[in-house]
T-cell receptor
Framework: DTGVSQDPRHKITKRGQNVTFRCDPI?????LYWYRQTLGQGPEFLTY????????KSRLLSDRFSAERPKGSFSTLEIQRTEQGDSAMYLC???????????FGEGSRLTVL | DAKTTQPNSMESNEEEPVHLPCNHS???????IHWYRQLPSQGPEYVIH???SNVNNRMASLAIAEDRKSSTLILHRATLRDAAVYYC?????????????FGTGTRLKVLA
């Protein structure tokens, strides 16, 4: 158990709907990452927070995706107007300090019908 | 972005050592080498990381070439629970990016 929890674990939605995922790292994780993973591929970087500041965002991330980390604690990832290509596992990871290991949650699996 | 190259898959017999190679010829002097593994239906799990010197922990050893252009993750005695996808990642510290870039990794199969 890494201490990073994600909710929901599974989400099935229809194309065009909005979805939101939540990540709760442990309190010591002042750094937080979101990744997306499709079948047979490694995780793909989406965005990075240091405390509440979003310091890096993938150029591949369309404007339908938005992430927040109010107060530097939990984080949310919202996908608006979902498309079938958004079907993937969305992974959150926390880290303490600038150099160190990432602690991943178990992910939120999205299926867009 | 600095890239790593790993074999797609490897096999090992249970209780034998496993050497998982990684090439990173474009590594810069301040990039850390990280290894993660991912078991089926789980998020990636940290294994080990290093900068220049070889590193050991309870899970594995990391051997880094003198020129740092390659590294090897060593599992001293493979068990069935070690069957996973292993990712070798370069973690830049001075290039202004914070991301860990995962490739497709090496799928390790452990034979009983």
């Amino acid at each position: 158990d890494t201490g990073v929890s994600q909710d929901p674990r599974h989400k099935i939605t229809k194309r065009g709907q909005n979805v939101t995922f939540r990540c709760d790292p442990i309190s010591e994780h002042n750094r937080l990452y979101w990744y997306r993973q499709t079948l047979g591929q490694g995780p793909e970087f989406l965005t990075y927070f240091q405390n509440e500041a979003q310091l890096e965002k993938s150029r591949l991330l369309s404007d339908r995706f938005s992430a927040e980390r109010p107060k530097g604690s939990f984080s949310t990832l919202e996908i608006q107007r979902t498309e079938q290509g958004d079907s993937a596992m969305y992974l959150c990871a926390g880290r303490q300090g600038s150099i160190g290991e990432l602690f991943f949650g178990e992910g939120s699996r999205l299926t867009v019908l | 972005d600095a890239k790593t190259t790993q074999p797609n898959s490897m096999e090992s017999n249970e209780e034998e050592p496993v050497h998982l190679p990684c090439n990173h010829s474009t590594i810069s002097g301040t990039d850390y080498i990280h290894w993660y593994r991912q078991l089926p239906s789980q998020g990636p799990e940290y294994v080990i990381h290093g900068l220049t010197s070889n590193v050991n922990n309870r899970m594995a050893s990391l051997a880094i070439a003198e020129d740092r252009k390659s590294s090897t993750l060593i599992l001293h005695r493979a068990t069935l629970r070690d069957a996973a996808v292993y990712y070798c990642i370069l973690r830049p510290t001075t290039s202004g990016t914070y991301k860990y870039i995962f490739g497709t990794g090496t799928r390790l199969k452990v034979l009983a």
